[in-house]
């Protein structure tokens, strides 16, 4: 699987972006699909993730209530919406997959994806 992120770009505090992952090279299907971030200094976090067989969705505290995670079965892409964006949201951000069939203690665990995108930078800045 090969997955490529875009969307990312300089905006301002209490602004929007919408982060784009698309998929190829294997039709996707129980697979768990995930942002993660890394700010600079610091070790790369769970954002959000997507069960692409079945849509539940699983988001860190941190972003909770002001993003959304969505999947496109037709274009093969997960979407982040990211509203009410903060400087702490300033980072890359990295979409990533896994071959194993994920359970929910497992989602947030970086180790557990073997496919990552080549991530898009995030800032938050005035």
């Known amino acids: 699987v090969q997955l490529q992120a875009s969307g990312g770009g300089l905006v301002q505090p209490g602004g929007s972006l919408r982060l784009s992952c698309a998929a190829s090279?294997?039709?996707?299907?129980?697979?768990?699909v995930a942002w993660f971030r890394q700010a600079p200094g610091k070790e790369r976090e769970f954002v959000a993730g997507?069960?692409?067989?079945?849509?539940?969705?699983f988001y860190a505290d941190a972003v909770k209530g002001r993003s959304t995670i969505s999947r496109d079965f037709a274009e093969s892409t997960v979407d982040l919406q990211m509203n009410s964006l903060k400087s702490e949201d300033t980072a890359v951000y990295y979409c990533?997959?896994?071959?194993?069939?994920?359970?929910?203690?497992?989602?947030?665990?970086?180790?557990?994806?073997?496919?990552w995108g080549q991530g898009t930078l995030v800032t938050v800045s005035s």
């Open positions: 990533a997959t896994s071959d194993l069939s994920l359970i929910a203690s497992e989602i947030r665990k970086s180790a557990r994806y073997n496919y």
């Open positions: 997507i069960r692409w067989s079945g849509g539940s969705k």
């Open positions: 090279g294997r039709t996707l299907s129980r697979e768990t």
